[in-house]
């Protein structure tokens, strides 16, 4: 938790290569990672975010694989079968979220998963509040 950096983004060398390296990192906010997430769109990426949760502002983990429609099977089933190596890496996080587009990363889309995957989720009872006076 005392890092500074955020997020970071790896990708591959090229689209037969097996190794992956980290093609950009920050210590800002989930737009400017999602800019660079749209400068890797059509490549297939892993992504590693620590992003402040809830209203206790608490961080959460999320482990993130985008795999573009445009691959052929096999760049999809190799980057698919590395994905449990990437997890292993990493280790701790709350969420691990497979997107097949760019367009599906969004705070709203992000914030809906981890309030599913925290359990209770009593966001939905406060429209639901009346004035009971």
């Known amino acids: 938790d005392q890092d500074p950096m ?6 591959y060398n090229s689209t ?17 990672f999602v800019e660079n997430i749209n400068n890797q769109e059509n490549k297939p990426i892993y992504m590693y975010l620590n992003y402040k949760f809830g209203d206790t502002g608490r961080s959460r983990f999320i482990v993130m694989s985008y795999v573009p ?4 099977g096999l760049q999809k089933a190799r980057v698919v079968g590395h994905r449990g190596a990437v997890e292993s890496f990493i280790k701790y996080y709350q969420i691990s979220w497979h997107c097949l587009s760019v367009d599906e990363i969004t705070e709203s889309e992000l914030n809906k998963k981890l309030r599913k995957a925290g359990g209770a989720d009593y966001s939905a009872q406060e429209s639901n509040k009346g004035d009971f006076t």
């Open 69 to 72: 429609e445009s691959l052929n």
């Open 16 to 32: 037969a290569s097996d190794k992956l390296f980290v093609v950009s990192s920050g210590t800002s906010d989930f737009s400017e």
């Open 6 to 11: 955020t997020w970071f983004i790896m990708g």
